[in-house]
């Protein structure tokens, strides 16, 4: 007999026209969280929550967390989770859901610097306690009373404590390889920025250096010292770079074979796609799809329901 799934649940939320964020707010929060509930859930939004007072267990993916006031949670679109007062105890929270994604397409300067940023930001869940990141808590506890209030001009003044809360989480979620790729646009990264967003258009095509070295009016030879002065790594390597990364979410989100994925995703045979994969992942696409960590590819084990809000 085939093992049941788990059942998790999508709580879908809709964002207030003009907004980006929706404020879960007052006495409502204030309950004895996840009786009778032992399902995971996730959102189609980012979830800021911060908690006054009370103490459970916090679920992020498979990890159980010890929870207590004057702590505040990030939780990336998408990433399971569920809340549980520890027995009888009430717990006050409230709750921010952000469009993190067409907030940072509107405000950033580039496309290239709002990928940057929602992929830290998207890196993993975090709970924290405010006199770790006091910076975080004052952003989340100012932000809250904005909305509560809602004086003139409050989704602006909101947006911009917005922006700085992203910036800080980002720079939290910061890593070497992401510094590697992401450097401070220097002069000559701003001569090629163009080139990186070509490619992450065209990965799917057989692009020819030539091509990319013409389309910035450089000779070949300068172009590839320029690229690889400011990537530290040849444009192939970003190329095929590109290629793995969008390959690794696909691998998370659906359950398509790896053949399909690697010709979708530009490589021109199987083979290529796994040296490639392998190279960078350490690993082959099969293995990784099947690590705990990429947790997205968890919703694959669930039977997923929908539901509207909490």
Same mark, same amino acid.
């Given at each position: 007999?085939?093992?049941?799934?788990?059942?998790?649940?999508?709580?879908?939320?809709?964002?207030?026209?003009?907004?980006?964020? *929706?404020? %879960?707010?007052?006495?409502?929060?204030? /309950?004895?969280?996840?009786?009778?509930?032992?399902?995971?859930?996730?959102?189609?939004?980012?979830?800021?929550?911060?908690?006054?007072?009370?103490?459970?267990? %916090?679920? =992020?993916?498979?990890?159980?967390?010890?929870?207590?006031?004057?702590?505040?949670?990030?939780?990336?679109?998408?990433?399971?989770?569920?809340?549980?007062?520890?027995?009888?105890?009430?717990?006050?929270?409230?709750?921010?859901?952000?469009?993190?994604?067409?907030? *940072?397409?509107?405000?950033?300067?580039?496309?290239?610097?709002?990928?940057?940023m929602l992929r830290r930001i998207n890196s993993g869940a975090l709970l924290m306690n405010e006199e770790e990141e006091p910076f975080i808590a004052e952003c989340i506890i100012r932000?809250?009373?904005?909305?509560?209030?809602?004086?003139?001009?409050?989704? /602006?003044?909101?947006?911009?404590? %917005?922006?700085?809360?992203?910036?800080?989480?980002?720079?939290?979620?910061?890593?070497?390889? /992401?510094?590697?790729?992401?450097?401070?646009?220097?002069?000559?990264?701003?001569?090629?920025?163009?080139? =990186?967003?070509?490619?992450?258009?065209?990965?799917?095509?057989?692009?020819?250096?030539? /091509?990319?070295?013409?389309?910035?009016? *450089?000779?070949?030879?300068?172009?590839?010292?320029?690229?690889?002065?400011?990537?530290?790594?040849?444009?192939?390597?970003?190329?095929?770079?590109?290629?793995?990364?969008?390959?690794?979410?696909? %691998?998370?989100?659906?359950?398509?074979?790896?053949?399909?994925?690697?010709?979708?995703?530009?490589?021109?045979?199987?083979?290529?796609?796994?040296?490639?994969?392998?190279?960078?992942?350490?690993?082959?696409?099969?293995?990784?799809?099947?690590?705990?960590?990429?947790?997205?590819?968890?919703? =694959?084990?669930?039977?997923?329901?929908?539901?509207?809000?909490?």
């Open positions: 007999m085939k093992k049941k799934k788990p059942k998790i649940e999508l709580r879908y939320y809709y964002m207030p026209a003009g907004s980006p964020i *929706l404020p %879960l707010l007052g006495e409502r929060w204030v /309950q004895n969280y996840g009786t009778g509930i032992e399902d995971l859930h996730f959102h189609n939004f980012m979830e800021i929550g911060f908690c006054y007072y009370g103490e459970g267990i %916090l679920t =992020l993916g498979e990890e159980k967390r010890k929870f207590t006031g004057r702590q505040f949670t990030v939780i990336p679109e998408r990433f399971p989770h569920t809340t549980n007062s520890m027995g009888n105890t009430v717990c006050k929270w409230e709750y921010l859901f952000v469009d993190v994604e067409g907030f *940072l397409q509107k405000n950033c300067e580039s496309a290239v610097q709002a990928e940057k932000i809250m009373d904005i909305m509560r209030r809602e004086d003139e001009f409050y989704i /602006q003044e909101a947006s911009g404590l %917005l922006m700085a809360l992203l910036v800080r989480i980002a720079r939290l979620n910061r890593t070497p390889e /992401q510094e590697m790729l992401y450097e401070e646009q220097s002069r000559s990264m701003r001569i090629i920025s163009d080139t =990186l967003d070509y490619i992450s258009d065209h990965y799917r095509e057989n692009i020819k250096i030539e /091509q990319l070295s013409a389309n910035c009016h *450089l000779s070949e030879s300068h172009f590839r010292r320029i690229f690889s002065g400011c990537m530290h790594m040849s444009p192939v390597e970003y190329i095929n770079l590109i290629r793995v990364r969008t390959a690794c979410e696909k %691998l998370k989100k659906t359950d398509r074979s790896a053949t399909d994925i690697g010709t979708e995703c530009g490589f021109a045979s199987d083979s290529a796609f796994n040296r490639n994969f392998r190279k960078l992942m350490g690993m082959s696409p099969a293995e990784w799809r099947k690590k705990g960590e990429n947790y997205e590819q968890m919703l =694959l084990k669930f039977d997923i329901r929908t539901e509207e809000g909490w």
